[in-house]
């Protein structure tokens, strides 16, 4: 896997038209009046020193990007004025939003925007071609610039129109925020200062197990939580009571395990648990090293989270993907703090991606203190599978 790719310093942008691909997918909420405003403008804000380095160096930027999954229609809710509106806010500058995102009008209205403009053109998946990587649209947005950056990580793992598509066809280069992302993730998976630990989560372990298989050439350990435990514990021979498993991973879990002990890595995983009588915050609760038959465990037990976190704590380097719990609902929440706050204090490099994730670590209030936090769930769990993503291999066509 090669993570080298061309920045923005290899490119003369003064007067040219800059197609660049971001990944403006921000959550929308309805106000009273009801208009749609933006409850997390994130991914706007991670956007801003790649627009700003181009109309520094006087060049126009033409902002591509989706909302949603529109499914090849126009949908009047997942129009992009909600994120126009904020992303003029931030820039605290001139921001024209087109109504189309290719042909005669989106060409008309960049040649007319005048200097120091930046361009939003219309959510690209209103048009059927995008995610089937049509030739005749990456084409047709072509002929709209000069030059492409990419600086949507987010969507760096999908081969569609305006993200693999126009890489490949104009002069291509990555922006600020795919280099930050790519730079994070190789001081995790290339040369990595040791020990590395990996901490993984999530309800399904076949979500996880092609990241294991791959890690497990790389780490020094790796702690297990969420849902996907259970299955390893059920592999095991550990009764798990009615908690969440994938009986077809069965085999798949145990040659998982086999590697690990023939790699000498540490596969960790819970002793005891938070249990409860029913998926609901107002259930009866337990916490056990035995799971009993008709309950569920819902979080690691204290025991699970002081060996979890003493492991983090003598860690180098952390990549963490995935909750040890339902730290959605309150009695269940404390597994995923603590690994959290783990993580924030640990001295050495740590990296969080995944949605979940993410989302617990701004819910902890956390983020300062982690090194990188990622942009995009799917595409950094497929850098930790090994995979090539392509729209990075796509600048270095």
Not at 319 to 346: H, I, Q, S, Y
Request: charge should be negative; charged fraction near 25%.
């Amino acid at each position: 896997m090669n993570l080298d790719v061309p920045g923005i310093d290899t490119l003369e942008l003064e007067g040219k038209r800059v197609l660049i691909r971001v990944d403006f997918n921000v959550p929308l909420r309805p106000e009273e009046d009801g208009r749609l405003r933006i409850s997390d403008d994130t991914r706007i804000r991670r956007a801003l020193p790649t627009i700003q380095r181009v109309l520094e160096a006087g060049g126009k930027p033409i902002l591509l990007t989706h909302l949603g999954r529109p499914k090849g229609e126009v949908k009047p809710e997942l129009r992009l004025d909600p994120v126009a509106l904020r992303l003029a806010e931030l820039l605290g500058g001139n921001v024209l939003k087109v109504d189309e995102c290719s042909g005669e009008t989106a060409r008309q209205a960049i040649e007319g925007a005048a200097p120091s403009t930046t361009v939003l053109l219309e959510n690209i998946r209103f048009h059927p071609g995008e995610t089937k990587g049509d030739p005749e649209l990456v084409e047709r947005l072509a002929e709209l610039g000069d030059l492409f950056i990419n600086d949507a990580f987010g969507t760096s793992h999908r081969d569609h129109a305006s993200v693999a598509g126009l890489g490949r066809l104009l002069p291509s280069v990555a922006g600020e925020l795919l280099l930050a992302e790519l730079e994070a993730f190789r001081r995790v998976l290339e040369d990595p200062a040791r020990p590395l630990v990996a901490i993984l989560g999530g309800a399904k372990v076949s979500d996880k197990l092609t990241v294991i298989d791959n890690l497990l050439d790389q780490v020094d350990s790796i702690l297990v939580g969420g849902g996907m435990a259970y299955t390893f514990l059920k592999a095991r021979g550990e009764s798990i009571g009615n908690s969440l498993v994938q009986d077809d991973q069965l085999e798949l879990v145990r040659a998982a395990e086999q590697k690990a002990m023939a790699k000498g890595v540490k596969l960790l995983l819970p002793t005891d648990h938070v249990v409860a009588d029913r998926f609901d915050a107002e259930a009866e609760t337990r916490i056990t090293t035995e799971i009993p038959d008709g309950w569920m465990a819902l979080d690691i037990g204290p025991q699970t989270r002081a060996a979890y976190c003493a492991e983090i704590a003598g860690a180098q380097t952390v990549v963490w993907n995935g909750p040890m719990g339902v730290f959605e609902l309150e009695p269940f929440k404390a597994g995923t703090e603590a690994v959290g706050r783990a993580v924030a204090d640990c001295p050495g490099y740590c990296v969080v991606g995944g949605g979940d994730s993410v989302a617990a670590v701004e819910q902890f209030e956390l983020a300062k203190s982690i090194d990188h936090i990622s942009t995009g769930g799917g595409a950094s769990l497929e850098l930790l599978e090994g995979r090539e993503l392509p729209g990075i291999a796509a600048l270095r066509s």
